[in-house]
């Protein structure tokens, strides 16, 4: 078993709702176990300035899956929960990305460990920090405080949403 960190989006069709249900099919992968659930953060885009803001967390997992496997299965939830890529950093009702899978680093034509915009976007390292702290060095040896002080994107607002880490009472669907 690898920990492996997801950084999740969502700007339309009820964002908080598309996280939720994200986590929970997330939480039912087979020989994957969802561990955290960072709070949930309201960012502006990055791409075009035409949609809404996003709400933005990071989910550890813990699996046997390798990074392809998990790449895939991440890949149809997006696709289950009706995920269309109309255009680039647009709109969309989830994103799953692929953050870090313990130490590895990878790059083919379909995958690259860490993600490549990891180190430089505050939407993703403010709620991987929530999970792993800011002394936790990433693997280009760097911690995370360090990358969040210079990074150039717009302020963060945390929101009190409580995202689900799987089909726990009490939580709607």
Known sequence: MIDAFVGLGSNINQPALQLSKACRSMAALGN?????ISPVYES???GPADQPHFLNACAHLRTGLSPGELLTSLQAIETAMGRIRRRRWG??????????MGNLQLKNEVLTLPHPGL???DFVLRPLSDLLGREFVMPNGVDIGTL???CTTE????????LPKGNEPGNPP
Request: aromatic share 4%.
């Open 32 to 36: 994957t176990q969802l561990v955290a």
């Open 44 to 46: 502006p885009p990055m």
């Open 155 to 162: 302020r963060l607002e945390k929101l009190n949403i409580v």
């Open 148 to 150: 969040l002080a210079v």
């Open 91 to 100: 709109e969309r009702c989830i994103d799953l990305d692929l953050l870090l």
């Open 119 to 121: 180190y430089s976007r």
